[in-house]
């Protein structure tokens, strides 16, 4: 674990000297989702060994697809947990399978291996698609098989959007139709991840602020591979979610990439048609 430790302790020293941390935090969501397939603690591994990388896969991984490692590239050190199963004594009872720790293994990101290209996964290349009212209208639509959308925001003619609960559990989304159709995709993708993580246990217990910043960082990345401009799009200030717990915030950035999945996953016919 002192890997680990050593990891928390040197996260929190980077963040404490950041000028613009809300940039900063926005290079880190812009990283993670090309790696979003790793845990938090290995996409932080990853990005201090090599932050300009953008698709990362094991020397088997790329193999599989065509792809080489170029000879005598330097792999990319990340954890990976050491699983045994354990047979009961009782042959009535399950196999069980036990964490009995970690150790290092190594990757290799897309930048050293040469090959094949057309297995490359669409995710780590985002996709190039008009934002256009029959996008909004095909998000809409596959978001719908999740959660009721609606563009009936009755007397909150002020508000872009929300979603409307009842004892934790979230009856529709509201999105108003007045706004231009970049920003209701925004809205859209902002209100489904909130729907996404209310699905996760714990939501009930987040405090708003948490939930916003789950919602808006999770958001953020999808609406980057979509192709929107988010330039302009407000991220929160993490400072103000670490205080001194490296482990809640990590708990933060594992529901993040959660809700990022999840959006993608729920795009799947979407993203098939237009890549």
């Not at 193999?63 to 050190?77: D, F, L, Q, S, T």
């Amino acid at each position: 674990m002192k890997d680990i430790d050593s990891l928390y302790q040197n996260l929190k020293s980077d963040i404490e000297k950041m000028e613009n941390e809300s940039l900063q935090w926005r290079l880190f969501l812009n990283f993670r989702k090309k790696v979003h397939n790793y845990s938090f603690l290995n996409t932080l591994f990853i990005y201090w060994q090599r932050p300009n990388a953008t698709l990362v896969m094991g020397f088997n991984q790329w193999n599989r697809i065509g792809r080489h490692v170029k000879k005598n590239e330097k792999g990319i050190a990340i954890l990976a947990p050491m699983l045994y199963k354990v047979r009961p004594s009782d042959p009535s009872e399950e196999v069980r399978t036990i964490l009995k720790g970690f150790k290092t293994v190594y990757v290799f990101d897309i930048s050293q291996t040469d090959g094949d290209e057309s297995k490359i996964p669409v995710v780590s290349k985002g996709l190039d698609i008009e934002i256009d009212e029959l996008l909004y209208t095909k998000l809409k639509d596959a978001f719908g098989k999740y959660v009721e959308i609606t563009e009936n925001v009755g007397n909150n003619l002020g508000t872009k959007g929300y979603m409307l609960s009842s004892n934790g559990r979230a009856l529709s989304i509201a999105v108003n139709p007045n706004y231009s159709v970049s920003q209701k995709i925004k809205t859209l993708s902002h209100e489904m991840s909130h729907f996404f993580d209310s699905e996760n246990p714990g939501f009930a217990h987040l405090s708003n602020q948490d939930k916003e910043f789950v919602a808006e960082s999770s958001a953020y990345m999808f609406l980057d591979f979509l192709g929107i401009d988010v330039s302009d799009y407000s991220l929160p200030y993490i400072k103000s979610w670490i205080k001194d717990d490296m482990a809640v915030f990590a708990k933060l950035a594992g529901r993040v990439e959660n809700v990022y999945s999840k959006l993608i996953e729920s795009c799947d016919n979407l993203i098939e048609e237009v890549s």
